[in-house]
């Protein structure tokens, strides 16, 4: 049974089958006359072990959404949880620690480091913690990835696909309690962005875990439990079980000629648009020693560094 948000003292929350959860939670960039409120007051759940998709035209506060909850961002007021433990408040250097240990994340630029090969890529967010990796479930990771016979090769020796495969063994390495991706198929052809996709329901369906997708793709979402629809800063809608037709039917609702989505679906719902080759920033070279996103380069847990 769900308590209502105002009952919720600060720093406590019922983590009972949810992985996340926000109340009230707000996001604005600037100030004054040039205030964007990318998250206007905002209440979501996040169901533990289940696949959520967020959607939404561009500029609705997808990305501000997985920031704000997976601690890459601050809020300007609002509460977020991550299991029961309150993370706004949080100081750096313990938000570093809580993406390191209990996140998981996947983006579009994949965040490899050129120098590692696969292997040394998956393990690196542990290896920096100073963390064993559990072998049974490396084992069944990589094995579930159809990595085993890549783990040698660097990521300029693999495909696209397969580095987001690598990307995505990363993000389940240490088994996180919430893997966060942010258009993990965008930089991926079809059939690669497919595979991905297959993988990550498998991530929910086979091995338990639990993933927040932010896609502009309704094939992409089509793969979740459930997608929360965003306009405007907030949740506007929700769907279970979607389909891309569905996802798309509800997409074109939203005011396309003020803020156009850019993901029309292949003919066959195929996730990701084609891959525009360049316009990604390269991933930096070296690992950081630490892992926040704001140093620069590649944060030790995946997230990108601030140019
Ligand atoms: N660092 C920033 N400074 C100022 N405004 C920002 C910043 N980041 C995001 N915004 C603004 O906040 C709003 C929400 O941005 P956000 O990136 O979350 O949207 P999105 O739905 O992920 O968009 P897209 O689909 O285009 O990636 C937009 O109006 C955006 O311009």
Redesign the pocket.
Known sequence: MSTPAAQYVPGQASADGIAARARGLTKA??SGETT?L?LDSVDVDIARGRFTAVM??????????MHCLAGLDTVSAGQVWLGDTEITGLKERELTRLRRDRIGFMFQSFNLIPTLNAAENITLPMDIAGKKADEKWLDQVIDTLGLRDRLGHRPSQLSGGQQQRVACARALASRPELIFADEPTGNLDSRAGLEVLGFLREAVDQLGQTVVM?T?DPGAAAHSDLVLF?AD?RIVDEMERPTAEAVLERMKRFDVSRAP?DGAPGEEAAPGGEAVPGEEAAPGEGAPAEGTPRDGGIASDGTPGKD
């Open positions: 960039y600037g964007v990318a939404g035209p561009s500029g609705s506060g997808k990305s501000t959404l932010v502009h965003l800063g989505f």
